[in-house]
């Protein structure tokens, strides 16, 4: 069995700690003094992003942990998880509820707690295949910024002296609705910067997170089923520690409006098929590529379980929504890249009147409303949000693919 935290270290990030060790260091006593007796509530606190949020923050003591999530099994892992690891400080008020943040007993919680010190919000529709057709475009705005809106105006009642919402690199220059719905929140989330401080982060891909192409891999194995990735996509990555530490880091020590992002060099990209053949040499196994899925399955159909040939299909991406190369700023963003060591801050971020955000909410809620509305006019009504948005229509989608 691969030991996949050792494997991420060794064949993904290269780096034995976390980049952000140095930063955590520095500002520990700051970082203790904004935790420390706090009230802290994580939403989709059970997810992977979330999760590693939640452990980094522990250390520093709240003196409460509310986690909200909609995975009841995930959420009874998360609690496992932190009861069995040596040394975790868990507060005593600690709670998990399994429900959606835009649930009426959600917000009958926040009432009743009147608030909380540190809000953290990581409930989003992460996945580009979320966009395969009206349906799922119309659930992935509704999470990613319909009700996102509405958890906002209920923040305004009992503001947070700390409040971050996760964003992605695919929200620079977005060529996908799930990167435009994340550019639209930043837009949001910054119309709320007059009412309590608000943070986001743009970062790379999560090594082996909940549902990502390599973390699929291990559940393929075990089927003993082909690995399929593209070979054409680069792209960034951190550890499941480190993305948690980016968003502590931005939530805690971030200032009203900022944006963070973690410092690479384009040398530190990698493709997904890379990392697959490090992945089957781990295994002990020697890759078997085929040119077709067909022929890669119907090898692993009969193939015992210690054969030492595994099959992979390797593929050049043909999907909508892509993106070939991964960026987190764009041209006129300013910069402060000397503030942190590891991580770098896009500062006096240009803010939409409320009002604009406020008709783009209007005009989708209005398409969602008729029952025979179009992908195109979503699409359309996010290009006249965000005038530089990409979207390219190629009619397969990743759904279609292993």
Known sequence: MINIYEFIRQKVTFRETSMFTTDIEVNKETLRTEIEGKSVCVVGGAGSIGSSFIRAVLPFCPAKLVVIDLNENGLTELTRDLRSTYGMYIPEDYRTYTLNFADPIFER????EQGFDIFANFSAHKHVRSERDKYSVQALMENNVIKAKRL????????????????????????????????????????????????????????????SLPDSWGHRVMRKQPLAAPNDVKRYF?????????????????????????????????????ICDEYVKAMGCVKKQFATDEEAKKFASKMPFDNKEYPVVYFGSDTTGEKAYEEFYVLGEKLDINRFQSLGVIREV?????????????????????????????????????????????????????
């Open 109 to 112: 919680i926040f009432h009743e």
């Open 152 to 211: 906002l105006d209920l923040l305004t009642i009992y503001p947070p002296r700390h409040f971050f919402c996760v964003s992605t690199d695919k929200a620079a220059n977005p060529v996908n609705i799930m990167g435009a719905s994340k550019r639209i929140m930043e837009d949001m989330i910054m119309a709320y910067t007059t009412k309590f401080k608000v943070t986001t982060a743009r970062f790379a891909n999560v090594a082996f997170s909940n549902g």
């Open 238 to 274: 951190v550890s499941l520690e480190e993305s948690g530490q980016i968003c502590m880091l931005a939530c805690i020590l971030g200032k009203n409006g900022e944006i963070f992002f973690p410092k690479f060099g384009e040398k530190q990209m990698l493709t997904f098929s890379a």
């Open 350 to 402: 240009e803010k939409r009147p409320i009002e604009e955000v406020q008709q783009f909410f209007t005009e989708v809620e209005a398409i969602f409303a008729t029952p025979a509305f179009t992908k195109e006019e979503v699409v359309n009504a996010i290009k006249r949000f965000i005038p530089n948005f990409e979207h390219e229509e190629k009619g397969k989608n990743l759904d279609q693919k292993m």
